[in-house]
């Protein structure tokens, strides 16, 4: 069974940063992508970033690249997602996943099962 829970949302203004967690909690995770989403209102839910168990391979949505840093820390089962210069159409809730999913269909939400509650994200003028 995985379990996986994120914290670290919150309002921010334009420009600013917000690091999110997200603890994943399994036995058996050495296969295991983690990646985060989001959704905005009215929106699909959209890749953000994923990073693959040992952190050697991460990916990154074209809109969130040189902004946004995944990592994360096997030992402490904790995945990061660090935010600057935070515009206003990256509001949404945004959301942590994990699965055994081939990297080449990081971005493809259909594809993960387990599934964090969310936490928002609204970034204000």
């Known amino acids: 069974q995985v379990h996986v829970a994120e914290t670290g949302g919150g309002l921010v203004q334009i420009g600013g940063s917000l690091n999110l967690s997200c603890i994943a909690s399994?036995?058996?995770?050495?296969?295991?992508?983690l990646g985060w989403f989001r959704q905005a209102p009215g929106k699909e839910r959209e890749g953000v970033a994923c990073?693959?168990?040992?952190?050697?391979?991460?990916y990154y949505a074209g809109g969130v690249k040189g902004r946004f840093t995944i990592s994360r820390d096997n030992a402490d089962h904790t995945l990061y997602l660090q935010m600057n210069n935070l515009r206003p159409e990256d509001t949404g809730v945004y959301y942590c996943?994990?699965?055994?999913?081939?990297?080449?269909?990081?971005?493809?939400?259909?594809?993960?099962?387990?599934w964090g509650q969310g936490t928002q994200v609204t970034v204000s003028s």
């Open positions: 996943a994990a699965e055994e999913v081939n990297l080449g269909r990081w971005d493809d939400d259909g594809e993960y099962y387990h």
């Open positions: 990073i693959s168990w040992s952190g050697k391979y991460t």
């Open positions: 399994a036995s058996g995770l050495d296969d295991y992508v």
